[in-house]
């Protein structure tokens, strides 16, 4: 019913930056609040940022002052914008979204895309 497809990983030298994307498509009503998660190898999945529907912003403490998170809600896209890159930040990124469907508007579903790898390596 809904998908969401990352897109922006890619490699990327130390102190470099990148953009990530991920758009959702399907029946959507509305959607409330978006996010980004990573996983490292051999880690687990750890929370990174996220917006609600009335924009306001959370980080991770990691990458706070160095990671902004935004969304455009006419494209049901979110957008994580990554400056000042380590080595440690070398994982797939996920976006997640919290949608109503049109088939059942009252009730919001957490819905994960399939992730896009970042590597930040010299």
């Known amino acids: 019913q809904v998908q969401l497809v990352e897109s922006g990983g890619g490699l990327v030298q130390p102190g470099g930056s990148l953009r990530l994307s991920c758009a959702a498509s399907?029946?959507?009503?509305?959607?409330?609040?978006m996010g980004w998660y990573r996983q490292a190898p051999g880690k687990q999945r750890e929370f990174v940022a996220r917006?609600?529907?009335?924009?306001?912003?959370n980080y991770s403490d990691s990458v706070k002052g160095r990671f902004t998170i935004s969304r455009d809600n006419t494209e049901n896209t979110v957008y994580l914008q990554m400056n000042g890159l380590k080595s440690e930040d070398t994982a797939v990124y996920l976006c997640?979204?919290?949608?109503?469907?049109?088939?059942?508007?009252?009730?919001?579903?957490?819905?994960w895309g399939k992730g896009t790898l970042v590597t930040v390596s010299s």
């Open positions: 399907g029946s959507i009503s509305s959607i409330s609040s």
């Open positions: 917006i609600s529907s009335t924009g306001r912003t």
């Open positions: 997640t979204m919290v949608v109503a469907t049109t088939g059942t508007p009252m009730y919001a579903n957490r819905y």
